[in-house]
């Protein structure tokens, strides 16, 4: 098991890469949501907007796609600060994160 920082810089993208594909899935399948008011931002005004857009259009794998190209640079990092908390098992790249807590 290694901690974030003994990754090689390859090794650490795909960390982030990884919990980035999490967190979406977290959003979109598993009712994560943030809080708009506390963390002074519209992440979740984002996301939601994402969400009435894929509705909309009847198609469910929109809404990832979407929260993605909308709050990449957001989600990133959270994925990244969640990841730099995470051990991980490696070989030639990131093979599994494992939280901590």
Do not use: Y
């Not at 002074?40 to 907007?49: A, M, S, V």
């Amino acid at each position: 098991m290694k901690k974030f920082a003994d990754l090689t810089p390859p090794q650490q993208e795909g960390a982030v890469q990884i919990t980035l594909k999490r967190l979406v899935h977290a959003i979109t399948e598993g009712g994560l949501r943030f809080n708009d008011a506390a963390n002074g931002n519209h992440l979740q005004d984002r996301i939601d907007r994402a969400r009435e857009e894929a509705d909309r259009v009847q198609d469910p794998t929109l809404w990832a796609r979407l929260v993605l190209e909308r709050c990449k640079e957001d989600l990133t990092g959270i994925a990244r600060r969640s990841a730099e908390d995470a051990v991980f098992t490696t070989g030639e790249s990131v093979i599994a994160v494992e939280d901590i807590t």
